[in-house]
């Protein structure tokens, strides 16, 4: 069984259109977040949600719109697409602990903006 | 901005011991060493974390100097499929978030 997946697995779409990736975790876990690695292969935080409140979100355009129906769950919408959106998104997922954090990514999803 | 720097790449041949360093000279007192890997594409492999204490589990080892300054993970006998790109990340609970730096493009090499 898949602990975090994602689909798409690859997306390629045109420049103005409105997409979105999917995640989900069986791990039972409370925190979920989504990452963005970009084609210099850079990794880097976009959103955080805590029991599907969002906790963190990295000065990301406001064409992304995350959203978590429930803790199991968090999906991005991405309007108006860019070529600069253009990257590997992964989803990770974590169970809020004292003292450790250790997160399980998702297998990513290509986009491709073209 | 990552509060861990390792070198850009790293050769091992097959069979032998891959030891990847990472300086972490402002970690604080609560924070954790974590070490992942990426191999080519896929999702960031969590490997093995540590506090304070050496850490050992099926994938490799985890020593921390003393100071806690740095730290070094030891995969024992690398294979070809352990090359990947590995990351060394500091954090805490409650941070929501890892930052990761460029980590170590490590090739073992047959």
């Known amino acids: 069984d898949t602990a975090v997946s994602q689909t798409p697995k690859y997306l390629v779409t045109q420049m103005g259109n409105d997409k979105s990736i999917k995640c989900e975790q069986n791990?039972?876990?409370?925190?979920m977040y989504w990452y963005k690695q970009d084609s210099k292969k850079f990794l880097k935080i976009m959103f955080s949600?805590?029991?599907?409140?969002?906790?963190i979100n990295e000065t990301v355009p406001n064409r992304f719109s995350p959203k978590s129906p429930d803790k199991a769950h968090l999906n991005l919408h991405i309007n108006s697409l860019e070529l600069g959106d253009s990257a590997v998104y992964f989803c990770?997922?974590?169970?809020?602990?004292?003292?450790?954090?250790?997160?399980?990514f998702g297998p990513g999803t290509r986009l491709t903006v073209l | 901005d990552a509060k861990t720097t390792q070198p850009t790449s790293m050769d091992c041949a097959e069979g032998r011991a891959a030891n990847l360093p990472c300086n972490h000279s402002t970690i604080s007192g609560n924070e954790y060493v974590y070490w992942y890997r990426q191999i080519h594409s896929q999702g960031p492999q969590y490997i093995i974390h540590g506090l304070k204490n050496n850490e050992t589990n099926e994938m490799a080892s985890l020593i921390i100097t003393e100071d806690r300054k740095s730290s070094t993970l030891i995969l024992p006998h690398a294979t070809l499929r352990d090359t990947a790109v590995y990351y060394c990340i500091v954090t805490t609970s409650g941070t929501y978030k890892y930052i990761f730096g460029t980590g170590t493009r490590l090739k073992v090499l047959a």
């Open positions: 990770a997922s974590s169970q809020y602990d004292r003292s450790t954090d250790t997160q399980y």
């Open positions: 949600y805590n029991n599907k409140e969002l906790i």
């Open positions: 791990l039972g876990h409370d925190t």
